[in-house]
Each structure stands twice: as C-alpha cells, then as structure tokens.
C-alpha cells in the first residue's frame, strides 16, 4: 500500500508543478486569459480527485490503493505536467519572436522613413532609384522624378527659430503625401527639399499633379503666424528612362529644374528639364568663377 500512495502523491508534485508553470504564463501574458484560468481548475480538480483517492483507500477501501490504479493516476499526472511544460515553453518562444518582430519593425521603420516630417528618407529614395533604375536599363520604362523645395523657408528659421521650421516642415511633408496618389513615393532630400517618384504618369500629368501641389501649399501657409511670409514651393521635374547616365544625373537635372523655377521669382512655379538648363547654369558658374579671379 505505501509505494501506491507515494505513485499518487509524486502525481500529485507533477500536478501542482504544472499549475504553478500555467500560473508563472497568466502572470506574463493575457491572451486567451479565461482559457488558462479554466486549465488551471482544471488541474486543481485534479489534485482535489487524487487527494482524495489517498484519504478513500486509506479509509475507507485499502484495495483502491493498487499499483494500477496508482499507475494511472501518475501517467495522467506526468502527462499533465509535460503538456504544461511544452505549451509555456511554446508560448513564450513565440511571444519572444513576436517581440523581436516588432523590434524589427521599428527599426525598419528609422532605417525608411524621415523622423521629422514622417516621408521616407534619402538613403530609401536611393535604394528605390537604383532598382528602379536597373530595372528600366534592363526592361525599359520610365519614372517621373520631381525635385521640390520650399520657398522662403531659411526666412521661417531665421526669424521664428528652428522649432517653427521642424513645424513647418511637417506641415509640408504631410500636405506632400495628402495631394500626392497613394503609390507615389514621398522623400525628404534634405533640409526643405523633397523628392517624389511618380510610375505610370506622362509628363503632362505630372506638371498638373505639381501645380495643384503649389496651389494647395500657398493656400495652407496663407493663415496663421507664417501668412506674412508668403511660403510657398517650387518643383523642378526630369524623367528617368533607358537614355539616363545615372541615378545621380537624374536627381541633378531634377534639381537644375527647380532651380529655374526658383529663378522667376514667382510664388511657386514649374519646371521641366530640358538639355538647355544644363547650358545656362554652366553659363552661370564660369560667369562667377570669372568674377572671383
């Protein structure tokens, strides 16, 4: 009789460890929280049943204390305790992993997307350029590239100090990506100026997208502390197809088309590339490197 009751009572430390291993979970987790609370009665009305099977075949029928029935209870008890084991294990391995996936995805995040204005940012932009620009060499196609740069901006620093600048420059990326289509790609370049890569669009598309860009932002900037300054943008546009030299010819001649633009003095303008805008602004560094000497 002593050997079935210490098989019963060892089933009894393997109920109660594994209680304790589905109790340490609901401390850590709360999912499926009612589930595990019902597991863990469960257990207990175990150990109430093998408790008392002690205290039956002790009083009342010696012949319940058996090595069979004392087999059975120990197996149904190990069972109990190795099934706890293996799903807490399990559950904190995957509550680990999905720890470190939203790790990943924050991390991700900083590596794409400009902590301050909230579009994606240059090292992004031109990792998508140069797939996009191999992709094109090898399958043709095009991209239509839009340089923008705030107007006036270095006046809103200078006179209301850099925290009304990081402001404003949210205001900008956030009017950037609400007037822009869902699949265009949003970058800020640096500073005040921003890059847009815009698929499946004709150059006259694109000018009318750009002028409805100027349009809005003039409007936004019109009320409110920086009204006065009279903000506005100016976007220069190129096309990136097979005949590109390279990614960074692409982002010059974007951006000797903003320059132009911003060369007529008018609150926001539009211009598009042409060969000819090379010419002049070669023409302008030898006039002022003649000047210097």
Same mark, same amino acid.
């Given at each position: 009789?002593?050997?079935? *009751?210490? @098989? ?7 109920? &109660?460890?594994? $209680? ?20 863990? $009665? =469960? ?8 408790? $008392? ?7 009342? !029928?010696?012949?319940?204390? #058996? /090595? ?20 807490? +294990? ?6 680990? @992993?999905?720890? =470190? ?11 794409? /997307? !400009? ?14 350029? #140069? ?15 839009? =340089? &923008? ?6 006046? *809103? ?6 925290? *009304?600048? !990081?402001?404003?420059?949210? @205001? ?11 699949? !265009? ?10 890059? *847009?890569?815009?698929? #499946? ?5 694109? +000018?009318?997208? $750009? ?7 003039? +409007? ?44 007529? +003095? ?28």
């Amino acid at each position: 009789m002593v050997f079935p *009751v210490v @098989m019963i009572v060892l089933g009894i430390v393997f109920l &109660i460890s594994g $209680a304790y291993l589905v109790n340490r979970l609901l401390q850590q987790t709360s999912h499926y929280r009612m589930q595990w609370l019902g597991y863990l $009665a =469960f257990i207990g009305a175990f150990i109430l049943s093998y408790s $008392a099977s002690i205290f039956y075949g002790l009083l009342v !029928d010696p012949h319940c204390l #058996n /090595y069979f029935y004392a087999s059975v209870f120990l197996l149904g008890a190990t069972y109990v305790y190795l099934s706890c084991r293996l799903m807490t +294990k399990t559950i904190q391995k995957m509550e680990l @992993m999905d720890d =470190f996936k939203n790790r990943y995805e924050i991390l991700r995040h900083h590596a794409t /997307y !400009d902590s301050l204005t909230g579009c994606n940012n240059r090292e992004y932009l031109f990792e998508i350029l #140069n797939t996009r620009f191999q992709q094109i060499k090898m399958n043709a196609g095009s991209v239509i590239v839009l =340089f &923008i740069d705030m107007d006036r901006f270095k006046t *809103v620093n200078d006179r209301y100090g850099h925290e *009304v600048g !990081d402001t404003t420059l949210q @205001m900008f990326g956030g009017l950037l990506r609400q007037c822009l289509r869902r699949d !265009d790609l949003v970058a800020r370049y640096g500073g005040d100026e921003f890059i *847009v890569l815009m698929e #499946n669009t004709s150059m006259d598309e694109a +000018k009318k997208i $750009a002028e409805n860009l100027i349009t809005v932002t003039r +409007k936004s900037f019109k009320e409110g502390t920086l009204s006065e300054l009279n903000l506005g943008c100016s976007i220069g546009i190129t096309q990136m197809n097979h005949h590109s030299a390279s990614v960074n010819t692409v982002i010059k001649e974007a951006d000797l088309a903003c320059y132009a633009a911003k060369q007529r +003095k008018i609150n926001g303008s539009v211009c598009v590339y042409s060969p000819m805008l090379a010419t002049k602004n070669n023409a302008i560094h030898f006039s002022r490197n003649q000047i210097t000497q």
